[in-house]
């Protein structure tokens, strides 16, 4: 199941710290990381979506030099995930590019540091993605989160992640670290697929 999940990380259309939507910059920081984090938890990969040119010049530059130049060379772990890497414009290019690699539709799921009306919880998502055998994106925004219209366009959004108190400010690195490790980390040993598999 987890090697149908992708990772997104949306540039736009993303929210300033005024509400306003804007197109946020790609951090190539963020790009090492969550490639790194699929890998660690064998997922399929990571895509990276923006609508700018410029900016998707600037990640191929990167991937570039650890895929094929004297980074991948020197740090083949490194190369291993960012192999993984795969560029878009926006959410709805990576789902048709998910579509295509696995020939059906994924499960949609967002993330979003902010509450609401409808968001699913941890366990209930991790049972889902478990039992999916269509393929699945976990979508992270950039800024101060996706703007309304991505949620939207999703099937299901999670809760937040909570801390011990009202503090509700993580990077995006840390966020999907801690969901990816809720949704496909062991717990008591085994996977989400192994607890699934044993009670079905």
Not at 15 to 39: Q, Y
Not at 46 to 52: D, M, N
């Amino acid at each position: 199941m987890r090697d149908r999940v992708g990772l997104v990380l949306v540039h736009h259309p993303t929210l300033d710290r005024e509400g306003r939507v804007v197109t946020s910059a790609v951090t190539p920081l963020d790009v090492h990381d969550l490639a790194r984090l699929a890998r660690t938890y064998g997922l399929d990969g990571l895509y990276v979506a923006t609508p700018l040119e410029a900016q998707r010049a600037l990640v191929r530059r990167v991937l570039a030099h650890w895929t094929e130049g004297y980074g991948g060379q020197v740090n083949p772990c490194r190369r291993e995930a960012l192999e993984r890497v795969r560029l878009c414009r926006d959410l709805a290019e990576a789902a048709d590019a998910a579509e295509g690699r696995w020939g059906a539709s994924p499960w949609i799921v967002a993330t979003s540091a902010r509450g609401g009306t409808g968001r699913i919880g941890f366990a209930e998502a991790r049972s889902r993605l478990a039992a999916l055998r269509a393929p699945a994106l976990v979508v992270f925004g950039t800024g101060w989160g996706l703007a309304g219209e991505v949620l939207d366009a999703c099937d299901a959004v999670l809760e937040p992640v909570r801390g011990a108190g009202p503090y509700n400010h993580l990077s995006v690195r840390s966020a999907a670290a801690i969901v990816v490790d809720r949704l496909f980390g062991r717990e008591g040993g085994e996977t989400a697929e192994e607890a699934f598999s044993k009670g079905s």
